[in-house]
């Protein structure tokens, strides 16, 4: 079934789920490296009497490896440290906000019913750390959070944490603003960039706008493998974080994820502005294009969005296409054209495949009709001939 799914999912279809993409061979080969079955826990301390360097042997080329890649990551994306060893995205907001929150404090964040990352609010990961989550205001016409009055809420509420990134992110969020209150009150401001990483320097860099910490995840824009990411130019912050990895989040991370995804920034170094740019240009066109077929978008007078993700009206998608938008995603993905069911579309992948804005009236033609129910399968593995993976070394 493993290579049933490659053969569909790397050669027949089109992806335009916004949290996936596509992995080059090399990386691929990484992960099924003999890597994926070791081990590797370097501690330097003493355990039961004993100093350990790490308490495992065989390890000369993957901690090489690991410290490599860790180096990579925060110099491709402009941080003075980086930690690749959260399992997740999921794992990363973990080890923030265990590193910046102690039983007790109040977090503000997105809430989940404006985009906003469900992990972050009740009953989530709030609860098992013993945290408040409250939300921060947000703009629904603009789709963002709310500047002014979340400023005001932050010196109003002084949090410990505030958590600034989401789900559904078509829009920068407003990290100066937010920032400038946060150090008002001493609090420390979190971006979750997971959906944005890949394409950071056409869409927003929070590092250089004023958080104090940027977490997320390799595989949406940017094209690694799944995994969780920590970048933070703060020295403080970034050793309360490697203590709160071994044994508290994790005992050992997972050492062929750090090679695969250390070869992907050496792709995304080379080629990352230029692929972001483009993502971004996709995005656009293809809200253009399809809110031209009459299919209902949001954010039309906005341009559609600034990212890579498309937010569908799913309220009038029953009216224009006689499909709800699980129905529609059904039909969709019978014609080998893959959405999410939640009223998302993201460019990020067929970017990477080769499209551009000039692809993107024929892309919303497919989608438009794929989702009233009319075949489009003849005319997906059509376009999907003329795809291929971009972005190498």
């Excluded at 993957?62 to 980086?82: D, V, Y």
């Excluded at 940027?214 to 703060?234: M, R, S, Y």
Aim: hydrophobic fraction near 35%; charged fraction near 25%.
């Amino acid at each position: 079934m493993a290579k049933a799914h490659d053969d569909w999912r790397l050669r027949k279809c089109i992806n335009l789920i916004p949290s996936e993409n596509v992995m080059s061979e090399p990386v691929r080969r990484m992960l099924s490296s003999d890597l994926a079955s070791r081990y590797s826990l370097p501690i330097d301390t003493e355990v039961h009497g004993v100093l350990v360097e790490n308490a495992y042997r065989g390890t000369v080329y993957s901690e090489e490896i690991a410290a490599e890649a860790n180096k990579l990551a925060a110099e491709t994306f402009g941080a003075r440290h980086a930690l690749l060893d959260p399992l997740s995205g999921h794992t990363a907001a973990m080890l923030m906000l265990v590193s910046t929150c102690k039983k007790g404090d109040l977090i503000l964040c997105p809430d989940s019913k404006d985009g906003g990352y469900d992990g972050y609010c009740q009953p989530y990961i709030p609860d098992i750390l013993g945290l408040r989550a409250k939300y921060l205001p947000y703009d629904k016409r603009e789709g963002t959070v709310d500047a002014e009055r979340a400023a005001e809420m932050v010196r109003r509420e002084r949090p410990a944490l505030v958590v600034l990134g989401s789900s559904y992110i078509p829009f920068q969020y407003p990290v100066r603003e937010v920032s400038d209150a946060c150090r008002d009150v001493g609090a420390r401001l979190g971006y979750d960039g997971a959906h944005i990483l890949g394409i950071m320097p056409a869409f927003q860099e929070p590092l250089r706008e004023g958080a104090d910490i940027l977490v997320g995840n390799t595989h949406k824009t940017f094209w690694g493998p799944q995994g969780g990411i920590a970048l933070t130019d703060d020295e403080e912050l970034h050793e309360e974080m490697r203590r709160n990895l071994t044994w508290r989040i994790l005992d050992n991370t997972h050492l062929n994820r750090l090679a695969a995804t250390g070869h992907a920034l050496l792709e995304w170094r080379r080629h990352g502005r230029r692929y972001a740019s483009q993502v971004v240009r996709n995005s656009r066109a293809l809200g253009k294009e399809l809110d031209a077929l009459g299919y209902p978008l949001r954010y039309g007078f906005k341009g559609f969005t600034a990212s890579h993700q498309l937010c569908i009206e799913t309220s009038k998608l029953k009216r224009y296409a006689g499909a709800d938008m699980n129905e529609a995603a059904k039909r969709l993905e019978s014609q080998d054209v893959i959405t999410d069911a939640v009223g998302r579309l993201g460019t990020q992948e067929v970017t990477r495949m080769g499209l551009r804005e000039k692809d993107m009236g024929e892309l919303a033609g497919i989608i438009d009709n794929g989702a009233k129910g009319i075949p489009v399968a003849k005319r997906v593995a059509a376009l999907r001939k003329r795809m291929s993976l971009g972005y190498t070394l």
